[in-house]
């Protein structure tokens, strides 16, 4: 007997990402490449950094709004006109220590222990662990590869809903089958919430990276200002911020206070300083952000060329977000599959199966990284899979 069996359960069986174990077996190894992970490979812009620097200068080191300051929910407001064509105002607006803590938040506001929460799947394990670790169950609802495409299926998802159902989780674009919902199936959804009575959680988080010209569609294009939909986002991802934790919840006015109160109970805030390094990403940002795009779109087509030419290798060509899901011909455990390809190729991908059942026999490759090296990686994968 140990203390550790004195936890609680949902704590003690809280699972392992099966994409962190893979980073920690090929850290460090001479001469890899990492696409195991959601980034980037440029450092957060100069012009942000500045802003925080100066915030730091300035002495902005104390408590502050737990909401977010003024100045950074305003920002936020000014950002979504531009992107979502309505208006916005700050109140709706919560800020928080990254994409996690507010995709938290929005389960702790809606669901509870014993409550079921529904996500498609393949699907970033956090939400899972997310959920578990809370008491709630997670129901998956797989997604459908067709070779051409992911799709939703409609049917399957309302099959899903029982009594104990209180929200849906919704990820697209996706990570990381880079499914992206039509304005009709996120129609589809919102009605089948408003029948149900369920909370839609939003992760909109890849929104700008669509590939099909201009931003993917948004619930923010269906609403109407009562429906029960919280969205989470994060800076890490537009602006090569991931190591900063500062993302954001926008909801109805309403319910901000709520969340403010939810933030004062589990991290009192975000530092100031680095609330003006958002804002600075925010309004200056979009400069960056299109040269991001650009990139990201490159690279998918380089990599969908090299990968495509191999027989063994299917995928459907993502819509959105900077990630390949590629299944191999007989490939029966993708969690040893990653490891080899560690030791075989030096290429670093997410195994499939750490998304979900639904996942085994694909690897995850991030593509929002240099050309150059994204040929490179590409090819070693290709000719390893060859045999």
Not at 84 to 113: C, K, N, P, W, Y
Request: hydrophobic share 45%; charged share 20%; net charge negative.
């Amino acid at each position: 007997m140990t203390i550790v069996n004195d936890l609680r359960p949902e704590a003690l069986n809280a699972p392992f990402s099966g994409i962190d174990e893979v980073i920690s077996y090929g850290r460090g190894k001479p001469g890899l490449i990492p696409f195991w992970a959601g980034e980037g490979h440029l450092v957060t812009p100069s012009f942000i950094r500045d802003a925080a620097v100066q915030g730091l200068a300035d002495g902005e080191t104390f408590y502050t709004w737990q909401n977010g300051i003024p100045d950074l929910r305003e920002a936020l407001a000014r950002y979504h006109q531009r992107h979502f064509g309505r208006q916005f105002t700050s109140d709706e607006f919560i800020v928080t220590i990254g994409g996690m803590h507010a995709i938290t938040l929005a389960m702790q506001a809606t669901v509870g222990s014993g409550d079921e929460l529904l996500y498609l799947t393949p699907a970033w394990p956090n939400i899972v662990a997310a959920a578990s670790v809370a008491g709630v169950v997670p129901v998956p609802v797989p997604l459908r590869d067709t070779g051409t495409g992911w799709v939703c299926d409609m049917d399957s998802i309302e099959a899903a809903v029982t009594p104990r159902t209180k929200a849906i989780f919704l990820n697209t674009p996706s990570n990381p089958t880079g499914w992206m919902a039509s304005h009709e199936d996120l129609r589809q959804i919102l009605d089948l919430a408003r029948r149900r009575g369920l909370w839609i959680i939003a992760d909109e988080i890849y929104s700008v990276f669509s590939f099909e010209g201009g931003r993917a569609p948004s619930f923010y294009d269906v609403m109407d200002a009562e429906d029960r939909i919280i969205f989470v986002n994060t800076f890490s991802k537009n602006w090569s911020m991931t190591g900063w934790r500062i993302g954001w919840l926008s909801a109805h006015p309403s319910l901000t206070p709520t969340f403010a109160k939810l933030v004062q109970c589990s991290t009192s805030g975000v530092p100031q300083f680095l609330q003006r390094g958002g804002i600075a990403a925010l309004d200056q940002g979009d400069t960056f952000l299109a040269e991001q795009i650009a990139q990201a779109k490159g690279a998918r087509d380089a990599i969908c060329r090299i990968l495509g030419d191999v027989d063994r290798i299917r995928f459907s060509v993502p819509q959105g977000a900077f990630y390949l899901f590629f299944a191999i011909e007989g490939l029966k455990n993708s969690r040893d599959a990653a490891f080899e390809l560690i030791d075989k190729t030096g290429v670093g991908l997410a195994p499939g199966s750490a998304f979900g059942k639904a996942g085994d026999g694909y690897l995850r490759m991030c593509f929002l990284r240099d050309r150059l090296q994204v040929e490179d990686a590409a090819t070693r994968v290709a000719q390893w899979a060859r045999g």
